[in-house]
């Protein structure tokens, strides 16, 4: 084997520059692929991360009403429904899939948050425990986040978003400074930043509400602050981080079922419903799938002529080759020698290929990024699959030639001129 791996080398590099063309449909097809994998693969990622966020693997539960967000403000208290508290977040935590969990309350303000004469004209506030942050993943800026004796004494203290701050304060720094929310002074604390942004695709009224929540300015306050600007306590919502990106929508799903549990029959018409983001990212994947897969169909005929040339040249061989088959033939070289020999030159020309138009499907993709903007995230298991391939295309184009090499009369070869 390694004495016909050498031979194949030499005959190779006896003839560069036909052994190049030679390979030139095998390089085109496998680095077309590549580059077009590769391409796939991170407009893929890029889109599930537009969707569901910067990886921060958070899903929200909340609280519905006949399918859609159940909002206290037109809906009043809702009969059945529990105030969850503190101690029910252990057990979200032992459920499957989930790694940290925070309860909060969340209210939709068109109005009612100011600073001095400036208004949030959108906008939501929270009522949270500093937990919240932790599981959002948001950053503290500057100032502090709440203290276990905010909640203790019911401190009228508040925590903003940086956007917010930048809407409201105006390049102000805003620690100190006093909100009215629903006419109740509060004092800024703390300024957070988030963990990243998300572009939600909207093509449902759930998808509108988880709109505005992501893209609204945000104001926290404690959460046991929180009947203070809203006169009464209210069903608290979930939200839960997965152990992992994939595992987001299941994560979500068993906490709205366990949530679900605690409600009585009086509030049958209400539902704890995780937001379902990753479905959201699966399905815009799915549409360019079909265009995806056309796109790899024609980069592969690229490779079938290439297959075509591999075989027409090493059919050019034997025959150029022919007193040399009838020479070792007449020494005893068996036709299975003989086939191996021409079988194992032309797998070497198409893997020398299918690395070469690997090296190139990168460098390809790095230029369309760059060039396009495009992300790109090389696969590797596309990479070794398609120099696997190559090989294969080697020893199917590669048999016609060997066989007929091996089949050749000893004595008609030693003839040939």
Known sequence: MFENIRQACQSVLSHKMRT?????????????????????????EQMKKNIIGSGNNTVEVELSEKGYPYEAEYSGIPAGVPVFEEDILPEIRDLAHVEDAALYNARD????????????????????RSDYFSV?????????????????????????????????F??????????EIEGEPFTVIGLVEPAGESELVIQSP?????????????????????SIPYLYDEPANLVVRASTTDYMNAAGKVAANHLNTYLTDAGKEMRYKASNTL???????ELSKTTNQQLLWIASISLLVGGIGVMNIMLVSVTERTSEIGLKKAIGAKNDTIMLQFLTESVVITSLGG????????????????????????????????????MVIGIVFGLIPSVKAARMNPIEALRYE
């Open 355 to 390: 690395v070469i138009g690997v090296i190139a499907g990168i460098i390809l993709a790095e230029i369309i990024s760059v060039m396009t903007g495009t992300p790109v995230a090389i696969s590797i298991p596309a990479i070794l699959i398609a120099v696997v391939f190559s």
């Open 170 to 179: 105006q390049g102000k720094n805003p620690i100190g400074e006093i909100l």
């Open 20 to 44: 190049f063309l030679t390979m030139l449909g095998i390089i085109i097809g496998i680095a077309s692929i590549i580059s077009i994998v590769s391409t796939i693969k991170g407009t893929n």
């Open 136 to 168: 959002c993943g948001y950053r503290l800026v500057s100032g502090r986040l709440f203290v276990e004796e905010d909640y203790e004494k019911f401190h009228k203290v508040a925590i903003v978003e940086t956007e917010t701050a930048r809407i409201l």
């Open 279 to 285: 479905d959201r990212a699966q399905e815009m994947q």
């Open 109 to 128: 303000v068109m109005e009612g948050v100011y600073y001095q004469n400036i208004g949030l004209t959108s906008g939501r506030i929270y009522g949270v």
């Open 206 to 226: 759930e998808d509108y509400y988880n709109y505005m929540a992501e893209s609204a300015c945000k104001v926290f306050i404690s959460q046991a602050a929180w």
